[in-house]
């Protein structure tokens, strides 16, 4: 609110006061000093992603009149529009439910008070190192009158949120580890116990920043210009000119840096398209026995233990995120191992529509509803194209995306046969998705290029999109599994 | 209670007979299903799919056709449903999308007959025709639903939903060629089977997914749905558009629903979360189930009437490994739990009763509430339904009306609005809310305020008193403490305890038991007070001269050697100090002609009569002259319990938000928030808005502040369009005109905008207030007359 409502003939002398400070740069019309002596911050990095050109997105949003209304509202909403809504404007349906979504998390009706959504945000981005989310939430939580002690680290926070950290690890790493004496251990504290629907709130919030900090690192979307690290207050190095000249990415080099590369994967589209329609047609005439299926989706598991990131390409956050969290050693481990043995979690026993939304829905009225609505956005969401080609029924490779991911998580479809994952999937691809969702801070920008190199960026954000809302009811379906076995 | 009689005709041979009874699965069990006959029920799940026999005292397994060292997935089964012509008959739904038959007949161990496997998705759902043996039908999450002649190896027909997923399929007990579907996006859709081209009909039943639908047994017509959205609707299907006839609200998602054999409004649900009951509904009395089964201990899966003409026996099957068979007689019926008799009390002291009309004529010779003048004896009737099976009641309501002097609740509000509770600093907070208090002839509050100033003021306005202390029978009192007071003044002030037995007696004074106080100030000036037989006693401390004190009972350095002797008056309850006034006048007199004394040194006690005094001097403080505030925590906050215990509530709460951090440790969070709950609440009875609201402003529970951040969204339309306002405050998207619109001035409202909730118009609101002075109608020319409330 604080930057929408400056009256209007203030807004017209700041404009000319900027005006006269500040010379318009004829390529990217970002503003650029002129030699007063002022102390301006300049953003450090160009865009909202590092991964995505900032012109496909804001060619995105300038277009479209519904972006622009959705926008329009957000700004409303907080006084600013972040770098993750400029990345999803990319599908404005999706957006729309999204922000609705997290702006009811934050700031409507709850069990939980306002400084403590934020918090818990800041606890669950930090449990992936994403300096970006904790940046942003700790300006929120301050401003919402949080204790700035708490930022010290989670022990200075009160007993009851420091007990939720044992939640917010195993949630982000191991989901399927978590049983109902965790439940009863918050449920059950004396005086610092959590009330059902306290932590229901809790627990969507801490799965919505764990699936969100994967989405910022998997679209590497970089920081605020108001946060740490997203300024910096050193001029140009040739102050006449304006950053777009000293090309960071903004075009030229960006788009040729793998010409040989781009012939060798010339078919790659084709290739998928000519797979997923074999599929389609083969499916009827050879039916796999049941045995082979229930063996593709275990070889599914163990080999998505294979996939390993060998890239280690370790990127310093700022500010010192791991104060936010205890035991950072403590990361996604793959599903299946020898000696410890997880009994495989069957959508047919416990499904979001049928039994995670009742639960939701009845603690915490109207976010089963939304949160309905965005999964089935996510999951749903799509133009009928493939890089160039039109009208392609992609569900099937939607729904591969989908159950891979809760295949990474020991969730398993009874109605599914895992061998269309390998088909449909490649190396490269399985290796950004692993990457993503179990260690997202690992992503790196060869990674996200690397995958599906003809198809376009804002398809690419709808994988990411895909993942993210996989793997948010991935972790949502344990918890409420395990407070459903509490209950009863 | 039920009739037997036309149960046994209906039956053919030997009258089914049993008792309720369980037994143990070995897994949780998806769905059940009874053979025609009513002898045996298969359960299906994802790891069990077996055949018990219904004996007279037990169950008894009689197959298991799950088979094979591992068995495939075909065996996981998400339905199951027996054939109701061919006994052989059973199909199941596999959670992996294939429909399986089975033939009891088969001599092999591997019943299984016919395999398809066309669905892509789990199929929910599979029926048999009713009348026809080789027709089934099957609803699947891929969206589409089949038919399937068993003589073929393939479908016969699909029907496309053209939606996410079909979670149930029923045909019709009367009509040969149609079904019923339900589907995840809340419609239900009738098709003809000869027709897979189209539905016959489609209407939208629930918001979000339908579970379940089930056809009336008898009546054609009838299809019972139950959803996601906790209810259960009948919808006659008879009418050009499906019509909602009754709707049934449970508490959680509605998972199953059957029709009650022989009972035409009676049906039976389960639910899918949480609730683990069995509920049987007379859906003409949607609001209490008719018959309850709590047997269950997680969630029941499958509910299958054990005889289609026999209402009394009830079979289900639960994810908690158990199979039971309940006897109707057996059922709790929550009706008689129900309390028919209901009380409340309203605002102003009214009283309402109901109760049944034999309790009420039984007692109409008994006098009426003595308070009440009048009651009003008020019966209700309702037409008896023959068929209904819930016991009549007719209630009678009678209405109290409360003497309106004796328990108005003026004093209440008066004082709710008058209170400071922040703005200014402790002391003048407290001196002016005892002065409320003291207007509103309410002494012993007063006297609380002030001596909370007294024993919460800082102290580092007062400095070192003078050495002489002197007390009276210091070892008889109960608590005794000194003050430092400014250089002159110096008081041995008593604490007496609150004594809380006290507060149901008439007399509920701050006592001081026995032997009377005797205070010297440090000027060796000493004053005595003295009470004679029959009299209460004010004793004041002295203290210098300040004259921002209007009200407390004192007499400065000047005047020490007067006496104060008030007349014995032992303070009333507040509810009667209206009859009473004589003591809180002499206090007003007190205070006209003795000059003005500063608050912050004064000690009030009140003293029960004594018959004799001795007077004793000590010569050094009981206590170090500098004591912390945090001494008389113990007593303050037993002395807030105090209030609140009395029901006054609201000095409690005012008390705990004046003395802020200096008391707040000491109350547990609990209780704190206990009270500021009971206050706001009575606070909003009163429609007092702005003190409730103000209350939650200024409480440091968080679970109270959180109150005012709630419900926070003010949903408008526009004026001009009737539409509701989307995004912006003052232009409609729609009409693209400014909605809101001063009447007076015709200016465009930004900020503060008061409207009428009759006619809708209003404006700025310092031009609706300066309208009204001069006119009673609305603004806008729409000839609305403001009578009383605006808005």
């Known amino acids: 609110m604080r930057h929408a409502v400056a009256p209007a003939e203030n807004v017209e002398n700041n404009c000319f006061a900027v005006t006269r400070l500040l010379k318009i740069c004829t390529h990217c019309e970002r503003l650029s000093k002129k030699d007063l002596g002022v102390r301006i911050p300049r953003p450090l990095v160009n865009g909202p992603s590092r991964f995505i050109p900032e012109k496909e997105i804001l060619k995105v949003s300038k277009v479209d009149p519904r972006t622009q209304s959705i926008f329009e509202d957000a700004f409303a909403a907080l006084g600013r529009l972040d770098n993750i809504s400029l990345v999803m404007s990319f599908h404005p349906q999706y957006l729309e439910s999204f922000l609705r979504t997290q702006h009811y998390l934050l700031q409507m009706d709850g069990p939980l008070s306002l400084h403590y959504r934020h918090y818990i945000g800041i606890m669950a981005a930090a449990r992936h190192q994403c300096s970006y989310l904790v940046n942003l939430h700790v300006n929120y939580f301050l401003q919402v009158g949080g204790n700035p002690k708490w930022l010290n680290g989670l022990d200075e926070a009160p007993q009851k949120l420091q007990q939720l950290g044992e939640l917010n690890k195993i949630l982000a790493h191991r989901p399927w580890l978590l049983t109902k004496e965790h439940i009863e251990r918050l449920l059950k504290a004396e005086e610092h116990s959590w009330s059902l629907a306290e932590l229901i709130h809790a627990v969507v919030l801490l799965t919505h920043y764990h699936s969100l900090a994967s989405f910022t690192f998997g679209c590497g979307i970089t920081p605020e210009i108001h946060c740490d690290g997203g300024h910096t207050f050193r001029p140009p190095s040739l102050s006449q000119y304006c950053v777009c000249d000293i090309a960071n990415g903004n075009g030229h080099a960006y788009h040729h840096d793998d010409p040989l590369g781009n012939q060798e994967m010339c078919g790659e589209v084709e290739v998928l398209m000519e797979r997923m329609k074999q599929l389609q047609e083969c499916r009827d005439d050879e039916e796999a026995s049941q045995e082979e299926m229930a063996t593709r989706f275990e070889r599914e598991k163990t080999e998505s233990m294979l996939v390993v990131t060998t890239e280690d390409e370790e990127c310093v956050p700022s500010r010192d995120i791991s104060r936010h969290f205890e035991d950072p050693s403590y990361g996604y481990k793959d599903f299946s191992r020898r000696g410890e043995h997880v009994p495989t979690f069957r959508v047919q026993d416990y499904s979001w529509e049928d039994h995670g939304f009742s639960l939701v829905n009845r603690l915490y009225p109207d976010v089963g509803q939304m949160l309905d609505e965005k999964f089935q956005m996510a999951y749903n969401l799509t133009y009928n194209t493939m890089a160039t080609h039109k009208d392609v029924d992609t569900s099937m490779l939607r729904r591969a995306i989908w159950n891979y991911i809760h295949c990474m998580f020991g969730i398993r479809y009874d109605d599914y046969d895992y061998g269309e994952i390998n088909e449909l999937l490649d190396r490269s691809f399985k290796i950004y998705i692993k990457t993503m969702v179990c260690s997202p801070e690992k992503t790196t920008k060869r990674m996200y290029e690397s995958f599906w190199r003809q198809f376009q960026h804002s398809e690419k954000v709808h994988v990411n999109l895909l993942l993210m809302e996989a793997r948010m009811q991935a972790e949502l379906l344990y918890a409420l599994r395990a407070i459903t076995r509490y209950m009863t | 209670m039920e009739k037997m009689s036309r149960v046994t005709t209906a039956l053919s041979s030997s009258a089914v007979s049993g008792r309720t009874m369980f037994c143990h699965l070995d897994a949780p069990a998806n769905a059940i299903s009874v053979c025609r006959d009513a002898t045996q029920v298969v359960v299906a799940g994802r790891n069990i799919f077996k055949i018990y026999a219904l004996e007279e005292e037990q169950f008894v397994e009689k197959l298991n056709l799950r088979v094979g060292r591992k068995p495939s997935l075909n065996f996981s089964c998400a339905d199951v ?711």
């Open chain 2, 81 to 791: 449903m027996w054939h109701q012509m061919e006994e052989n008959l059973l199909a199941t739904a596999a959670t992996n999308g294939a429909v399986v038959t089975w033939n009891l007949g088969k001599p092999s161990r591997n019943k299984q007959d016919q395999l398809f496997t066309e669905h892509k998705r789990t199929v929910n759902k599979v029926c048999f025709h009713p009348t026809e043996v080789y027709m089934l039908l099957s609803g699947s999450q891929d969206g589409f639903m089949k038919c399937f002649d068993l003589r073929k190896k393939e479908s016969v027909s699909t029907f496309s939903g053209q939606s996410e997923s079909v979670r149930d399929v029923q045909f019709s007990m009367k009509d040969y060629f149609t079904f019923a579907a339900s589907f995840e996006n809340g419609n239900v859709q009738l098709w003809d089977i000869r027709r897979p081209d189209r539905y016959e009909r489609m209407f939208t039943a629930h918001t979000g997914p339908v579970f379940c639908c089930d056809w009336h047994p008898d009546d054609r017509g009838w299809l019972a749905t139950g959803g996601r959205d906790k209810m259960v609707k009948v919808w006659d299907m008879t009418t050009n558009r499906a019509k909602e006839i009754y709707c049934v609200q449970t508490i959680a998602s509605v998972a199953r629903v059957k029709w009650r054999p022989e009972r035409k409004f009676h049906l039976a649900t389960c639910s899918m979360m949480v609730d683990h009951n069995i509920y049987v509904w007379d859906v003409r009395r949607p609001f209490i189930p008719f018959a309850t089964f709590e047997e269950h201990k997680d969630v029941t899966t499958g509910i299958v009437w054990r005889h289609q003409h026999d209402p009394h026996f009830l079979l289900s099957g639960s994810k908690d490994s158990t199979l039971y068979q309940h006897m109707f007689r057996d059922a709790t019926r929550p009706v008689d739990k129900a309390n028919p008799e209901g009380l409340c009390f309203g605002l102003f002291g009214d009283l309402a009763f109901a109760a049944k009309e034999s309790l009420i004529s039984s007692d109409a010779n008994r006098k009426p509430y003595p308070g009440g003048d009048r009651r009003y004896p008020i019966f209700f009737f309702k037409k008896p339904d023959p068929t209904e099976q819930f016991a009549h009641v007719s209630s009678a309501l009678s209405v109290f009306e409360t003497d309106l002097d004796s328990n108005r609740m003026d004093w209440f509000v008066k004082t709710a609005q008058l209170y400071l509770l922040s703005g200014k600093p402790f002391a003048e907070l407290c001196d002016h809310n005892a002065k409320v208090a003291q207007e509103l002839k309410r002494p012993q509050v007063s006297t609380t305020w002030t001596m909370l100033r007294i024993m919460f003021s800082d102290p580092a306005n007062l400095t070192t008193p003078g050495p002489n202390h002197n007390l009276s029978k210091l070892g008889t009192l109960p608590l005794m403490n000194s003050f430092s007071m400014k250089e002159m003044g110096s008081v041995m002030g008593t604490e007496s305890r609150l004594d809380r037995s006290k507060g149901e007696s008439r007399q509920d004074n701050i006592l001081l038991e026995p032997g009377n106080p005797h205070i010297s100030n440090n000027n060796e000036e000493n004053e005595e007070t003295e009470g004679s037989e029959g009299q209460a006693e004010y004793m004041f401390g002295d203290a210098e001269l300040d004259d921002d004190d209007l009200y407390s009972m004192e007499h400065d350095n000047q005047t020490e050697e007067q006496e104060y002797t008030l007349p014995q008056e032992a303070f009333q309850l507040r509810h009667e100090i209206m009859d009473n006034p004589s003591a809180p006048e002499h206090l007003q007199q007190d205070k006209a002609d003795s000059p003005h004394v500063s608050g912050n040194e004064a000690e009030v006690t009140c003293l029960t009569p004594i018959e004799s005094f001795s007077l004793i001097s000590i010569s050094q403080p009981l206590f170090s002259p500098h004591l912390p505030a945090s001494f008389f925590c113990p007593i303050v906050r037993e002395m807030l319990s105090y209030y609140a215990e009395q029901g006054d509530v609201q000095m409690a709460v005012s008390v705990l938000i004046v003395l802020g951090d200096r008391i707040r440790k000491e109350i547990d969070d609990l209780t704190q928030e206990h009270w500021y709950m009971s206050y706001i609440d009575l606070l909003q009875r009163f429609e007092l808005w702005n003190v409730s609201n103000e209350v939650i402003k200024l409480s440091t529970c968080s679970a109270i502040t959180c109150l005012n951040q709630a419900s926070t969204t003010l949903h408008i339309n526009c004026s001009n369009c009737k539409r509701p306002m989307s995004n912006k405050g003052w232009i409609c998207d729609r009409c693209h005109q400014c909605a809101s619109v001063c009447a007076v001035c015709h200016h465009v409202v930004k900020g503060l905008f008061v409207w009428c909730q009759g006619c809708s118009h209003g404006g700025h609101l310092e031009h609706i207030m300066n309208w009204l002075k001069s006119s009673a109608h609305c603004p806008a020319g729409c000839g609305h007359l403001y009578v009383t409330r605006l808005w």
